[in-house]
């Protein structure tokens, strides 16, 4: 995938992998800037469910302008394969700053504000996240913290009760609720929120559970 070109971007370096894609680093040809592109896998473009899924994250990050939100550029079909570029935030993730060691409570409590302010926004828009974790949050150069991976996000009057065999999300954010497979609210994700923080000034989660059922249960 590196130096291929998508449209008008040149890609350049991977960034990530996700369970709805990859994510490289990319030129934009066209305004001289480099973007983050996230490309569905070309398994995944052959599956209904998943294209709806990526198409809804377009959507969504559409929808939403917010400057702790990674923000969209547009949703490209180049040669068979889907990609959306995306705001290239560049700085770790929250995640690899837990590793390192609990955050002072100075240092914790402006992140989850900004957090939390991201997410008003959000809900207010109805839109829920649904997997808002560490792994899902990154610094820019200057510290700001930026939600990102909206592909199971939802609509807030959209209704989405699955069953356990389908639940999606990261069980130890989960809120119980989400993980007994009933509808997602704005309150699943404050729960997920006051997890980070927990996580974020102690270095561990309250819970441990590695399947929804252990969340919930």
């Given at each position: 995938?590196?130096?291929?070109?998508?449209?008008?971007?040149r890609?350049?370096?991977k960034i990530?992998?996700?369970?709805?894609?990859?994510?490289?680093?990319a030129?934009d040809?066209k305004?001289?800037?480099?973007?983050?592109?996230?490309?569905?896998?070309?398994?995944?473009?052959?599956?209904?469910?998943?294209?709806?899924?990526f198409?809804?994250?377009?959507?969504?990050?559409?929808s939403?302008?917010?400057?702790?939100i990674?923000?969209i550029?547009g949703?490209?079909?180049?040669?068979?394969?889907q990609a959306?570029?995306?705001?290239?935030?560049?700085?770790p993730?929250?995640?690899?700053?837990?590793?390192?060691?609990?955050?002072?409570?100075?240092?914790?409590l402006?992140?989850?504000?900004?957090?939390?302010?991201?997410l008003?926004?959000?809900?207010?828009?109805?839109?829920?996240?649904?997997?808002?974790?560490p792994?899902?949050?990154?610094?820019?150069?200057?510290?700001?913290?930026y939600i990102?991976?909206?592909?199971?996000?939802k609509?807030?009057?959209a209704s989405?009760?699955?069953t356990?065999?389908g639940?999606?999300?990261?069980?130890?954010?989960?809120?119980?609720?989400?993980?007994?497979?009933?509808?997602?609210?704005?309150?699943?994700d404050?729960?997920?929120l006051?997890?980070?923080l927990?996580e974020?000034?102690?270095?561990?989660?309250?819970?441990?559970?590695?399947?929804?059922?252990a969340?919930?249960?």
């Amino acid at each position: 995938m590196i130096g291929q070109q998508i449209s008008h971007y040149r890609v350049t370096a991977k960034i990530g992998e996700g369970g709805m894609g990859e994510v490289y680093r990319a030129t934009d040809s066209k305004l001289g800037r480099e973007v983050a592109l996230k490309i569905l896998p070309q398994a995944f473009a052959q599956d209904p469910q998943r294209m709806a899924r990526f198409q809804r994250e377009a959507q969504v990050l559409a929808s939403l302008n917010h400057p702790n939100i990674a923000a969209i550029y547009g949703l490209e079909h180049h040669d068979k394969i889907q990609a959306l570029a995306m705001e290239l935030v560049e700085g770790p993730t929250l995640a690899e700053h837990i590793a390192l060691g609990p955050l002072p409570l100075e240092e914790a409590l402006p992140i989850a504000k900004q957090i939390a302010e991201a997410l008003e926004y959000a809900h207010e828009k109805g839109i829920i996240h649904r997997d808002l974790k560490p792994g899902n949050i990154l610094f820019d150069g200057n510290n700001n913290p930026y939600i990102s991976d909206f592909g199971i996000a939802k609509f807030a009057q959209a209704s989405t009760r699955i069953t356990h065999s389908g639940i999606i999300g990261t069980p130890r954010y989960m809120s119980p609720e989400q993980a007994r497979g009933d509808d997602a609210d704005g309150r699943s994700d404050l729960y997920a929120l006051g997890v980070i923080l927990f996580e974020m000034l102690s270095g561990s989660t309250p819970f441990e559970a590695t399947t929804p059922l252990a969340m919930a249960f």
